[in-house]
């Protein structure tokens, strides 16, 4: 088991940044990708991006350039640096774990909100 904590969401004007935080804890030596989503209200959770255990990142097109994906193993710290805001990014923000098992699970945290007011 994994047990994901995040934090850091809050409301930002446009063009603002936030930094959101995900601590893990638990069972952390299975983790392998470690991951931020969003859902919007009234749509479904996507993928803002990923890194894996070796730091190789991923983003959705909709983010690249504007979010960086970072983690911290000796911490078991996920983060995300959000620049550049628009309104569109207002979401629930969730960070997402998979493991390096076989069967390959995946754990998430409860969710921190973010706002960006226009």
């Known amino acids: 088991q994994v047990y994901l904590v995040e934090s850091g969401g809050g409301l930002v004007q446009a063009g603002g940044s936030l930094r959101l935080s995900c601590v893990a804890s638990?069972?952390?030596?299975?983790?392998?990708?470690m991951n931020w989503y969003r859902q919007a209200p009234g749509k479904p959770r996507n993928l803002v991006g990923s890194i894996t255990k070796r730091g190789r990142t991923n983003y959705a097109s909709s983010v690249k350039g504007r979010f960086t994906i970072s983690r911290d193993d000796a911490k078991n710290t996920l983060f995300l640096q959000m620049n550049s805001l628009k309104p569109e990014d207002t979401a629930v923000y969730y960070c997402?774990?998979?493991?390096?098992?076989?069967?390959?699970?995946?754990?998430w945290g409860q969710g921190t909100q973010v706002t960006v007011s226009s």
């Open positions: 638990g069972n952390i030596r299975s983790i392998n990708s």
């Open positions: 997402n774990v998979d493991t390096a098992t076989l069967p390959v699970y995946d754990y």
